[in-house]
């Protein structure tokens, strides 16, 4: 399943009523952008952004850890965090589906010298432990040295289990492995998990958290870890082209999104429920629900043509020419737009 499918579309977005494709089209309200509008800026590639500084160490504290780097993207946080993990020759073990080996195309490798030894992912999201293990290489000069665990979670909007979590953590560091999370929807996992943050954090080295999804930020991850490697990743940063000077602008958006979005997580994944059981009712095809996820897959295809019969009635979603479809849920999809896309559904199926 590649869960890009379909997403661009050539419309325009007067009468769009909900737009399921992905959380990442969220949009800055108007309280965020007041708050942008009035942030005290400096250059934060000579470390004087007041923003930046505060959001990088808000979040290391917040889970734990002893320093924090703003970047970009998160492709270009989980980048850097590998880069600055793993040198040349060595070696990443992550799974087959995961993000930093399924859609962020292999920049370790191409532009680290990284090896990635992709494990199959069960259908819980996780990696069988003795899996894990058994990837580690000997010390034998014909193979790359094992460096790296990197996990995710959640997965494809399952929120992993502490205990499963822990049981692969647990096998990455009796290997001697450091452990990495792409938590691009950390706090979705923490809210659907209902531990605390540092509960979840505590088991890994580093962790790229995403501000741009369902806390709706406009753009922007934080990396978080140890100074000495937050160090290394910020070196990293500046040969990837994410030093960015005054950019307290939009670290004051990540700001006001942990202060007031993460709580409200918990909002998307009960639309996402209420969504699922219309999907269910319809009784049109499989249909699995997770956090602030549903994938939907029609029993007789034609993603397409539901495609072009929602987008009729203002609803968006992605849709390749068959397969799951993923629907997401996210702040700016209210009450109003969730029930115009459940009368969408049902009247196409009708």
């Known amino acids: 399943m590649n869960q890009y499918a379909g997403m661009s579309q050539d419309r325009a977005d007067v009468g769009v009523i909900c737009d399921l494709r992905s959380d990442t089209v969220t949009r800055p309200d108007e309280a965020m952008r007041q708050?942008?509008?009035?942030?005290?800026?400096?250059?934060?590639?000579?470390?004087?952004?007041?923003?930046?500084?505060?959001?990088?160490?808000?979040?290391?504290?917040?889970?734990?850890?002893?320093?924090?780097?703003?970047?970009?993207?998160?492709?270009?946080?989980?980048?850097?965090?590998?880069?600055a993990h793993c040198g040349r020759g060595e070696e990443i073990i992550t799974g087959r589906d995961y993000h930093v080996f399924k859609y962020e195309a292999a920049g370790a490798s191409v532009l680290g010298g990284i090896a990635l030894d992709p494990l199959p992912v069960q259908p819980g999201g996780t990696l069988s432990?003795?899996?894990i293990t058994s990837a580690v290489k000997p010390d034998d000069s014909h193979m790359p040295v094992s460096r790296l665990l990197s996990l995710e979670n959640t997965h494809n909007g399952q929120a992993i289990p502490l205990a499963d979590v822990r049981a692969m953590t647990d096998a990455g560091r009796a290997a001697g492995l450091s452990l990495h999370l792409d938590g691009a929807r950390f706090?979705?996992?923490?809210?659907?998990?209902?531990?605390?943050?540092?509960?979840?954090?505590?088991?890994?080295?580093t962790l790229s958290i995403c501000l741009s999804k369902g806390l709706g930020a406009p753009v922007g991850s934080v990396l978080v870890g140890p100074s000495d490697l937050i160090a290394?990743?910020?070196?990293?940063?500046?040969?990837?082209?994410?030093?960015?000077?005054?950019?307290?602008?939009?670290?004051?958006?990540?700001?006001?999104?942990?202060?007031?979005?993460?709580?409200?997580?918990?909002?998307?994944?009960?639309?996402?429920?209420?969504?699922?059981?219309?999907?269910?009712?319809?009784?049109?095809?499989?249909?699995?629900?997770?956090?602030?996820?549903?994938?939907?897959?029609?029993?007789?295809?034609?993603?397409?043509?539901?495609?072009?019969?929602?987008?009729?009635?203002?609803?968006?979603?992605?849709?390749?020419?068959?397969?799951?479809?993923?629907?997401?849920?996210?702040?700016?999809?209210?009450?109003?737009?969730?029930?115009?896309?459940?009368?969408?559904?049902?009247?196409?199926?009708s």
Not at 301 to 317: D, P, R, S, W
Request: one cysteine or more; charged letters at 20%.
């Open 187 to 205: 706090f979705n996992a923490v809210g659907a998990l209902g531990c605390s943050g540092p509960h979840l954090a505590v088991m890994f080295d």
């Open 35 to 83: 708050a942008m509008a009035s942030a005290e800026v400096g250059d934060d590639v000579y470390g004087e952004d007041p923003q930046v500084n505060r959001l990088e160490a808000t979040l290391a504290e917040r889970l734990g850890k002893e320093a924090g780097l703003f970047l970009p993207t998160g492709t270009q946080s989980n980048l850097a965090a590998l880069l």
């Open 232 to 349: 290394r990743a910020r070196r990293w940063r500046k040969m990837l082209g994410g030093g960015m000077r005054q950019s307290g602008v939009l670290a004051a958006a990540g700001l006001w999104a942990l202060e007031h979005n993460v709580d409200r997580l918990t909002e998307d994944h009960a639309r996402a429920e209420v969504l699922a059981k219309a999907l269910r009712a319809l009784g049109a095809g499989e249909v699995v629900q997770s956090t602030n996820m549903v994938f939907f897959t029609p029993t007789e295809g034609g993603n397409a043509a539901l495609q072009a019969h929602l987008a009729k009635a203002g609803v968006v979603i992605g849709a390749g020419e068959n397969g799951p479809i993923r629907l997401v849920l996210h702040k700016d999809v209210r009450d109003e737009g969730l029930s115009a896309a459940i009368k969408a559904f049902e009247s196409y199926y």
């Open 129 to 131: 432990p003795d899996a």
